[in-house]
Structure formats: C-alpha cells, structure tokens
C-alpha cells in the first residue's frame, strides 16, 4: 500500500447533523457561506508547496463518500477540521472515519471552538492528534512541513506529549500582515459560486459571495468570542480590497459581496480612499457591509452607496438600553436610531440584527426590541437565540445567570440553549415567533419585499420556491422545518 503523502491534506468543513436533514434546514435554504477561513488557509498552503483539497460538507451535506474517496485517492498525511460549537461533534465524527481509512493519518482541528476551549477540547478526544488556537495559515504551514514533529516548537498549536498530557504552546507572537496573504483559494470549493447563496433579499444580483477585509474586533461586547483573534484589530489596505472585488469579479464573474467584517468602517480613510477607487475605476459591483452607529456619518455614508454600498447590518442587539449597557459598552439606542435614518437618507438599505435571551432579558424588554425596531426605518431584520459560546465573557459564569443545556450540537443560535432567570423556553419561543411575524406583517414592510420583485428578482426566486418551508418555520420555529 501506498505511503501518506506528507505534501497533501484535505480540509473540511463539517455540517454539524445528519445530512439526511439538510433539505430541510431553513438557515441553508436561507444563507449558504463559504468557509472563508478553510480558504484562506488552503491558499496559503498552496503558495508554500502543499496540496489542500477543500470539501465543504455544509455546502454538499451527502460528502461522506467524496471524503472517503478523497482520502483513499490522494492518501493524504492530514486532514484537517474547521469547527464550530455546533458542528464539533460532527467533525469528530468525520476524524474517526479518516483514521479507519488511514490509520496514520494526522488529525488537526481549528476554528473557535477549539480556540476557546484549548486543552478541554482536545483532552477527551483521542482522535484529535493537534488543534490550532488562533489564525491558522502559518501554523499549518509549519505543522506540515515538519511532518506533524517537533510540535513543541510551533506556536499557536495544542498537540499531545508521549504521555498522552496536552500542551499549548501559546499565541503566536507576531499577528500576519493580511496584505501579504494569497486571496482564498475560491476556486477549490465545489460548484463555486453558484453552490453559494446570500441570505434572501440581502442582495441585488447573482452570482454574489462573501469576502472578509479584516479580522478581529476593536470592542468586547459580553457576549461575543474574542479566542480566534485574542488581541488588536487588523485590516486590508483600500487597494488590496479593490483589487480582491476585481478578482472576484474578473475570475468568477461576482456581481455582489458581502463583507463579512464585523466593522467595515472604524478605520475611515481606508474606506475613502476604496471608494473612491470603486468609483474611479468602477467594477460594476454592489456590496454589503456591517457597522457600528460610532463610526459612520452621512459624508462617509453617502461616498460608500456612490462606491456601490447596497446594504449596511448594525448590531443593534436588543432595544432595552439598561439591558444592552450590562453586555456592551455605549450603549446609546438614541445615536443607532439617528445613523439608521442617516442611512436610509443615503440610499442605503439597513439590516438590524437582534438578539432574545441575553442574560436580563424579560418579556419587557423583549417587548421594547420591538418597539424600538419597528419605530425605525429597518428594511430587514435578522433575530438569533443568544448562546454562550465559549470563549465569550459570559461564558464562564453563564449557570448563575440562568438555566444552561450545554448541548453543543444545537450551540447554533437556532435554539434557545440559555433561559435567563424568570423566563421560560416556550415564552422565550413564543416571542422570537412574534417579533418575526409582526415584522413580516407591517405594510411599510410588506411593500419593502413586494419591490425586491426588481430589486433582488432571484430572492423571490428562491423564497418562492422553498415557500413551504419557510411558512412552516414562521409558524413552528423549528430549524428543521
């Protein structure tokens, strides 16, 4: 038989559940995203001699048998797992095929669950033979080349002493310089970009994707997991950016983008300077972006929808200002309302995104989200069930702020997992059904998806045609509709 090859690894993205049921989950009928991160390391592999294969399992669910084949094909020395809380479970499942098919094969897994929980996620797990904390692509890259040895001298990595103990070697002490990365190996993902969806009514033409310019997060609101990029906040140069949209657009033929940054505006000369660059030398491309109320004004608004801004997300959160001051800093509901009017004067759609069962949370203060949100003028909403992901500040001390069911498979924001004090799962159910149905139910709203017949013709395509799902979901709130 066939040695492993120690220049080749496969990376895979898992689903997290049964594939059998994939047909039926309303978030992949809603929003498929390519693993932007698998991408991103296998292009960087790529560019240093390695040969990664990308199998996106949430993409293609039924992929067991492209895994397997995959594997006894190209025999290769690693495979590597890119986890979250909810698809952790699944990703052990799919080490433990790997190691039945080539026993000697080097599992590693990364994202954020294990980032979080660093030695407790690889303890239990024999299966895993190394996990990487933190920002992958040069810790792989390191890994491999050294054939899985000398893993002591490799930072950012976990890996298992002779002894079976578990070590982490720390941080790496210098942060990459996103200039100098490769764009993400796009084309290694199957069916790309026709595989790939944006959520309904979140943009304006097709083919569209997701891209990210940026990592890390300048804040450190209570409920968010810091453990992927611990410290600082880094970007790409206005002229990388412009160039990575020209790429998409030129190699693919990408009309739209998201951009995938938690805070696409807190530095704004780069953004005045990518704008004025997509308005000199149009590309013929729109694209989304989310932001915080702090760091936007009408100049800058007004520059982004000339460059092609189409939809600007705000993590508004939650509409009780009491509440939200107890998990992020500023909270000020009186300066969100003031930049959401600003972008609408712009010509700027506006997604708000909310959040039901924060720690506090009552039936009032759920009450006041939706007064507050419907009182504005919000084309869109996206309301997820809060979960304490590890890693986050609330994490550690979630049990005295309620009841917790830390099942990690359902830890997707699709399930009410946490139950703040005095509050119920079916109250907290019945109203996150509410806040969507009297959503759907305003005429101011009900007109906004009426014009996406010619704003976003192929939403209504798609909505249309998984209508039944997506009514049973409105009325059931079940993810498996």
Not at 65 to 90: K, Q, V
Not at 137 to 154: C, F, P, S
Not at 206 to 235: E, I, K, Q
Not at 314 to 339: C, F, M, P, T
Request: glycine residues 8%; contains cysteine.
């Amino acid at each position: 038989m066939a040695p492993l090859d120690f220049s080749k690894i496969l990376l895979v993205h898992p689903l997290g559940y049964k594939a059998d049921d994939a047909g039926h989950d309303i978030s992949r009928m809603a929003n498929i995203m390519p693993p932007l991160g698998l991408a991103s390391i296998a292009a960087y592999l790529e560019k240093n001699g390695i040969d990664a294969g990308i199998i996106d399992c949430y993409a293609k669910p039924q992929s067991d048998g492209l895994i397997e084949g995959y594997l006894r094909d190209a025999r290769p020395a690693f495979i590597g797992m890119s986890c979250s809380t909810a698809n952790f479970l699944d990703g052990l499942r799919i080490a433990k095929m790997a190691k039945d098919i080539l026993p000697d094969i080097k599992v590693v897994f990364g994202g954020h669950h294990v980032s979080a929980l660093k030695e407790k996620a690889l303890e239990p797990f024999p299966v895993v033979d190394f996990a990487v904390v933190g920002e992958g692509e040069q810790t792989m890259v390191e890994l491999m080349k050294a054939g899985g040895e000398d893993a002591a001298r490799i930072g950012g990595l976990l890996y298992r002493e002779k002894t079976g103990e578990t070590r982490f070697n720390g941080y790496r002490p210098h942060a990459l310089d996103l200039d100098t990365l490769p764009f993400p190996a796009y084309e290694k993902l199957d069916g790309y970009p026709d595989t790939y969806k944006l959520p309904i009514f979140n943009y304006p033409a097709t083919p569209n994707s997701s891209c990210t310019s940026s990592r890390g997060c300048p804040y450190r609101c209570t409920y968010c997991d810091r453990s992927v990029f611990p410290t600082g906040y880094r970007y790409n140069s206005a002229e990388y950016l412009y160039e990575h949209f020209r790429y998409l657009h030129e190699r693919f033929g990408i009309r739209h983008l998201n951009l995938y940054d938690d805070q696409f505006t807190f530095y704004r000369k780069r953004v005045e300077t990518f704008t004025r660059m997509m308005v000199d030398r149009p590309l013929g491309m729109t694209f989304n972006c989310a932001v915080r109320a702090e760091h936007i004004d009408l100049a800058i608004l007004r520059e982004m929808k000339a460059a092609g801004c189409w939809m600007i997300s705000l993590g508004i959160e939650n509409g009780d200002e009491e509440l939200l001051a107890q998990h992020r800093k500023n909270a000020n509901l009186d300066l969100v309302a003031e930049k959401i009017r600003l972008i609408k004067k712009a010509g700027i759609r506006v997604k708000g995104l909310m959040m039901i069962g924060l720690p506090g949370e009552t039936e009032q203060s759920v009450k006041k989200s939706m007064n507050y949100v419907f009182s504005l003028p919000i084309d869109d909403i996206n309301v997820s069930k809060f979960t304490p992901f590890p890693g986050s500040a609330l994490y550690e001390h979630i049990g005295e702020l309620g009841t917790f069911d830390e099942d990690w498979e359902k830890m997707d924001c699709m399930h009410f997992q946490f139950i703040p004090k005095g509050m119920t799962k079916p109250g907290l159910e019945r109203l996150f059904t509410l806040f969507y149905r009297k959503h759907f139910m305003r005429p101011k709203c009900l007109w906004q998806y009426v014009t996406m017949i010619w704003r976003s013709p192929d939403s209504w395509i798609r909505f249309l045609s998984n209508l039944t799902s997506f009514l049973k979901f409105a009325w059931t709130n079940k993810r498996h509709a």
